[in-house]
C-alpha cells in the first residue's frame, strides 16, 4: 500500500526514533509499503519517520538512478536497514545535491564524508556490518539522519538556508506542487 509521506513541519520527522523489537507487528507490511510508497514517489531512500513511523528503519533502492549517475553499483543497491548503526564516518568531505521526500522540490547541496561503515539488521534479522562509499554511503547517510530527526536543510549553509525559509514555510502549509500524497501539519 502506497503511504502518504510525512511532510517538513511533522513533529515525527524531528523525533528520535526507537528501536525495533524482533517481535515488532506488522513488520513485513511496513517494510513493502515503503518500497510502494518510495517507488510511487520516484524515490531512493525512505525512512520509518517519514511516513509517520517513529521506528529505525530505512529502504533503499538506487536502481532508478544508476544508468544516470553510470554507476552500476548503484543498479543492485536496494536494501533495508532495521536498527541501523554508523560505526564509522571518514574519508574527504564532499558536496552533492540532495532531495527528499519530505521537502518536495527542494534541492541543495550538502556536504558530507565519502566513506561509511555501518552496521544494521536486514529483514531477515541477520546482522550485517558493510562498508559503502560515494552516492551508496550519501543515500545510507540520509536516511539515518532520519530516524535520529535530522533533515539535510539543518546542514546547509545559513545563507541558503535564509533563501529557502519561505519555501519550507509553504511546505509546511502543504502549498506545495508534487504528485504523491503528503500529510501537513493542520492548524
Ligand atoms: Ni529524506
Redesign the pocket.
Known amino acids: 500500500m502506497v503511504l502518504p509521506v510525512y511532510v517538513y513541519g511533522m513533529s515525527v520527522l524531528r523525533r528520535v526514533a526507537s528501536e525495533i523489537p524482533e517481535d515488532f507487528e506488522g513488520l513485513d507490511q511496513l517494510i513493502e509499503d515503503m518500497f510502494e510508497t518510495m517507488r510511487a514517489s520516484d524515490g531512493i531512500?525512505l525512512a520509518a519517520p517519514?511516513v509517520g513511523k517513529s521506528v529505525r528503519i530505512f529502504v533503499v533502492d538506487t536502481s532508478p538512478i544508476s544508468e544516470d549517475k553510470g554507476e552500476p553499483e548503484l543498479k543492485d543497491f536496494k536494501k533495508v536497514f532495521i536498527n541501523p548503526y554508523i560505526l564509522e564516518e571518514w574519508g574527504d568531505s564532499w558536496s552533492f545535491e540532495e532531495g527528499?521526500?519530505?521537502l518536495p522540490n527542494i534541492r541543495e547541496e550538502v556536504s558530507r564524508l565519502t566513506n561509511v561503515r555501518i552496521e544494521y539488521y536486514d529483514e531477515n534479522w541477520n546482522l550485517i556490518e558493510e562498508e559503502f562509499d560515494g552516492i551508496r554511503a550519501r543515500v545510507v547517510q540520509?536516511e539515518y539522519d532520519?530516524l535520529d530527526g535530522k533533515l539535510f536543510v539543518d546542514q546547509i549553509n545559513p545563507i541558503r538556508r535564509k533563501l529557502i525559509s519561505a519555501r519550507l514555510n509553504a511546505i509546511s502549509k502543504g502549498r506545495v506542487d508534487n504528485d504523491y500524497k503528503i500529510i501537513y501539519p493542520k492548524k
Request: a neutral charge; charged letters at 0%; hydrophobic letters at 15%.
Open positions: 531512500g517519514q527528499c521526500l519530505s540520509h532520519h
